[in-house]
């Protein structure tokens, strides 16, 4: 980029924002700034397009001296070796079956117990409250023990059951929704209740409509957590090709092919690949949930 | 007409009854079973029996690993912490002034939905010798780059690196959401008294960003107390014990080495340690946070 067309750019931006009169008087350290903050984000990223281009290198390239990004061929047989030896589509399967049903009961049961906390009004409700919040203080590391015993008990080790109900009661969900529902007017409530409507029909006709935005936000940062988890599937799942995830699929397939660093970049890239799309496809939802969440402690 | 104050209580257990099912099933018995499971002898499989507090003495006894892994993640929660904090406030105002600044609060978001295990993987690939960053040493300055995570000394500062990158987006998207929520009245008047850059961001906007950074500090050291599986994948705790966590301890002694009762043990201290840290937090607050009034 010539500095002129970058100088044309930075006056655009003055002439968008009239009134900021003391950014424009800064001009040149301002672009000084700009230049200087694109190198620090790319500089951020190496990690993930060094992935992306190691991915389609052979081995001894990845290790070529001098480094470079770009290797002499495009090898797409990278990733066709990565699926024949690794049953890579059926982790994603895996993970798609996970997340997708675990992340149906999370917002539902979030959504019934913020409606009880965020809109009803009924004695204790606050000091419940409190106590509910006090559970997302307990670390998963704590439950797992507990939880391999519970799941030895039900008979339920190496199951989709094990993978998706220990997590799927945690507070955050109902918290994060609460945050929303407290918002809404209880008189809107009460007109529904006066026209005759069950608290059900209130909840599922009036609130649900509503809540739509933080139900989103909520339903993206579940699927991602279930998607991503690693530490319970290590523990609960004994055949890590018929209900293993990304995660543990990846582990398993860096521990029998570790030296072939070009497979492993293949294999990280479609690891990483799901979550990256959907953030970049849904990045306003979990934006804002986030800046909830994090709001919320005020 | 008089107000009739009706409350919603029986309403209220209804929609209340599948969440609080869950929880006390999934929740609530799974920790009173852990703090009860620390005191037996529980193998995987085989008799139980009680064992009193034998399993907490064994934490500290000679061969114990436990020591180090507490050491260590001690160590490795007071060096994120803070450098997490300080590194993503900065870089959230910096971001704050550019005109793509949406763009790069996404990009920084990336590492944060990665799978842990990818970025391990990947970094390891980074941190590998004549790996990229090694020869990009050689070719520009001829010299090798020392072997981070195979020495017991750099081991814990490679994978430091490793936390920052992965948990510096959720941080920095905080800070970023609350410094757009900065009162702009309260910033004008600032400036008409004549406060400079430095002024204002030192005595206006840092106090008025405590609510985001007490939230902010109790989240990522409540997570980095729980770190597993970076180091897991990276070092597998070595070498020696340099990157053992205290989760990873939990996670040997219980799947590796069978005994559930003695993984009980160190995962029942680590909850009682964030228990307490989080308490000192949330009563120390009164001191440095400012609430709106």
């Not at chain 1, 047989?77 to 982790?91: A, C, I, S």
């Not at chain 1, 609960?236 to 970049?265: A, K, P």
């Not at chain 1, 953030?279 to 804002?288: P, T």
Request: proline content about 5%.
């Amino acid at each position: 980029m010539t500095s002129n067309q970058t100088t044309s750019r930075a006056s655009a931006v003055s002439a968008e924002r009239p009134g900021k009169n003391a950014k424009a008087r800064f001009r040149p350290f301002r672009l000084v700034s700009e230049v200087l903050m694109a190198g620090v984000v790319l500089l951020f990223l190496f990690p993930i397009v060094f992935t992306f281009f190691s991915a389609f290198k052979s081995n001894g390239e990845i290790f070529a001296q001098p480094p470079s990004l770009f290797g002499a061929e495009f090898r797409w047989q990278n990733f066709v070796e990565v699926f024949e030896y690794t049953p890579f589509l059926r982790f994603i399967f895996n993970g798609l079956v996970v997340s997708i049903i675990g992340t149906v009961i999370v917002v539902a049961v979030s959504a019934l117990a913020a409606y009880s906390f965020g809109i009803l009004r009924w004695r204790g409700r606050d000091k419940f409250m409190l106590l509910y919040l006090a559970t997302m203080m307990i670390p998963q590391e704590v439950l797992v023990i507990p939880m391999f015993l519970l799941m030895q008990k039900l008979g339920w080790i190496n199951t989709w059951q094990a993978l998706i109900l220990p997590w799927a009661f945690g507070a955050f969900g109902a918290f994060l929704l609460r945050q929303f529902f407290v918002n809404i007017p209880y008189e809107l409530v009460e007109a529904s209740r006066m026209d005759g409507c069950s608290q059900w029909r209130t909840f599922s006709r009036i609130i649900l409509p509503l809540a739509k935005p933080s139900l989103a936000v909520l339903a993206v940062w579940t699927f991602i957590t279930f998607w991503n988890s690693f530490l319970w599937p290590l523990i609960v799942v004994n055949d890590v090709n018929e209900l293993g995830n990304v995660s543990l699929g990846l582990q398993t397939f860096f521990g029998e092919h570790g030296s072939s660093w070009n497979l492993v970049m293949a294999a990280s890239v479609i690891a990483i690949l799901p979550t990256l799309l959907l953030v970049v496809a849904l990045q306003k939802h979990l934006v804002k949930g986030i800046a909830t969440v994090g709001l919320a402690g005020r | 007409m008089q107000r009739k104050k009706k409350t919603d209580s029986r309403a209220a257990l209804g929609f209340l009854t599948p969440s609080a099912v869950g929880m006390t099933l999934f929740i609530l018995l799974p920790t009173l079973l852990a703090i009860a499971t620390s005191f037996f002898n529980w193998p995987t499989y085989g008799d139980v029996t009680f064992a009193g507090l034998d399993n907490y003495k064994d934490l500290f006894a000679a061969g114990s690993q436990f020591p180090a892994a507490l050491i260590n993640t001690l160590l490795f929660t007071i060096i994120v912490v803070p450098l997490n904090l300080v590194l993503t406030i900065a870089t959230a105002f910096w971001v704050s002034t550019s005109r793509f600044s949406k763009l790069y609060r996404v990009l920084f978001f990336l590492p944060v939905v990665t799978p842990s295990v990818a970025t391990a993987v990947i970094w390891k690939l980074i941190y590998q010798p004549d790996g990229i960053l090694d020869s990009t040493l050689q070719s520009m300055f001829g010299i090798h780059m020392p072997n981070l995570l195979g020495d017991s000394s750099t081991a814990m500062l490679a994978v430091v690196v490793v936390i920052l990158w992965q948990g510096f987006g959720y941080n920095m998207l905080i800070f970023s959401a609350a410094i757009d929520q900065l009162p702009q009245d309260v910033l004008d008047a600032s400036m008409l008294d004549g406060a400079s850059g430095l002024t204002a961001l030192l005595k206006i906007k840092l106090p008025l960003l405590t609510p985001a950074i007490f939230f902010a500090s109790t989240v990522t050291m409540i997570s980095a107390f729980q770190m597993f599986s970076e180091p897991f994948v990276l070092t597998a705790g070595g070498p020696g014990t340099s990157t053992v966590t205290v989760v990873m301890n939990v996670y040997q002694t219980a799947f590796q080495g069978g005994e559930l009762g003695a993984a009980a043990a160190p995962a029942i201290i680590l909850f009682a340690l964030i228990l307490v840290v989080t308490m000192i937090q949330w009563l120390g607050q009164k001191k440095w946070v400012h609430y709106d009034q």
